[in-house]
Structures are given as C-alpha cells and as structure tokens.
C-alpha cells in the first residue's frame, strides 16, 4: 500500500512568486494535515482538511490556502512568497486521528 | 500556551545511556501518538498510546501512558547513535477543535 506522497520533493521560488505543493493521502484516509516546520523547529499547524471542507485553521496570514479535492487529495497554496516561508511543508493523512507523513517538499524562497 | 509541553526540548547523550523524555498536557488525551523525524525527513510513527496506565515496548523503546491519560513519557535503553531525532508526540485535543496537536518536540542527540 502506498504511503503519503507529496510533491515535489524541493521547490525554489522567488520572493513574492507563488507555491503550489500537493499531497495524496493513503488510500482510504479521509483526512490531510498540512505543517510548516522551519529548520530545527518542531511541526506549526497549517490546515486540516476532512471530506473535502477545511477544518480547521492554524494562525498563518491569508496567504496560506489550500483545498481537498474529491479523490482526498490536497493542494497548499502560498501566495506573495516571503523570505520567511522557507520551510519544510509536511502533509499527514489521517483516518482515525493518527497521522501518517509524508517525506515532505522543502520550500526556498530566495 | 502550547496544548502538549514536551521535556526536556534538548538531550544530548553518550552512546549506552538511558534517557527519558515526557509529554504533558493539562487535558485528557483520547490517545496519543509518539513520533520520530529525522533531519529532512516526514515523521514516523513509533507507537500510539490508548489506555490510561498503558505500556508498550518497541525493542529499547518503553512507552509509558498516564493512568490520567494527561501524560506519557518515552524511555530508551542503553541509546545508539541511530536513535538521534526529534521525538513528537501528538493528540487530538478537543479545546484545539479536536485537530491533531503536535508538541514541541525533543531533541535527542546521542553521541558514539
């Protein structure tokens, strides 16, 4: 069975560019977690995502959106990238609130 | 206010020692997942954690759930430099709108 896949695995981008990551969940998962975690940090909440509606909302400026399609997956969008957007973007699929991860898209904006 | 409080955040360690690291929370976890991320890498999960008093072994890994179910700790044995990472772990909580919370995360260096 396959895990979380995400896409791409590295993205550099100018500042003020905008960003596109995706994720497909495990087959099944209803549910996608997104997560910016800057270098040596820990996991900072983007967005939760179940059966197609956001969730829930962690405290990111407007900017940061995303969607869940009808097939489960997600895409993150990041607008007018900044310096600080730098990160690595996990997403986590969830069926019975345990998360899977996948490997991740490392984000650079120069 | 973080919703889990993770301790110590760093813990730096001689190959051979035992450690242990906590995770606390002032509401009932539902249950609670342990996770370890390597640099660069997503997280993977160790363990989940149901019943309050619940223990669970994974080779040197001893998983520990409060009777409360407000706390757990993570107990390596005799460390090894392959068990360096970030330890996680992670609940759903419901006063954070039952999304799944992450603490901060320990920091575990474990020198040869």
């Known amino acids: 069975e396959a895990g979380v896949t995400q896409s791409p695995t590295h993205l550099i981008k100018t500042r003020g560019q905008q960003a596109t990551l995706r994720c497909s969940p495990i087959?099944?998962?209803?549910?996608v977690y997104w997560y910016q975690q800057a270098l040596g940090l820990g996991l900072q909440f983007l967005l939760w995502?179940?059966?197609?509606?956001?969730?829930n909302r962690g405290n990111f400026p407007p900017r940061f959106s995303g969607r869940q399609f009808p097939n489960y997956s997600s895409e993150l969008n990041v607008n007018a990238l900044e310096l600080e957007d730098s990160a690595l973007y996990l997403c986590?699929?969830?069926?019975?609130?345990?998360?899977?991860f996948g490997q991740g898209t490392r984000l650079t904006v120069v | 206010t973080q919703l889990l409080e993770q301790s110590p955040q760093f813990l730096s360690i001689q190959e051979g020692e035992n450690l242990t690291v906590y995770c606390n929370s002032s509401?009932?976890?539902?249950?609670l997942q342990w996770y370890r991320q390597e640099p660069g890498e997503g997280p993977v999960l160790l363990v989940t954690v149901v019943t309050g008093g619940e223990v669970k072994k994974l080779k040197r890994l001893t998983f520990q759930f409060g009777d409360a179910r407000k706390d757990s700790s993570l107990h390596i044995t005799a460390a090894q430099p392959g068990d360096t990472g970030l330890y996680l772990c992670a609940s759903s909580i419901e006063t954070s709108g039952s999304r799944l919370t992450f603490g901060e995360g320990t920091q575990l260096t474990v020198n040869p």
């Open positions: 509401s009932v976890f539902s249950s």
């Open positions: 087959s099944g998962h209803t549910s």
């Open positions: 986590a699929s969830s069926l019975t609130r345990v998360a899977f």
């Open positions: 995502y179940d059966e197609g509606e956001e969730r």
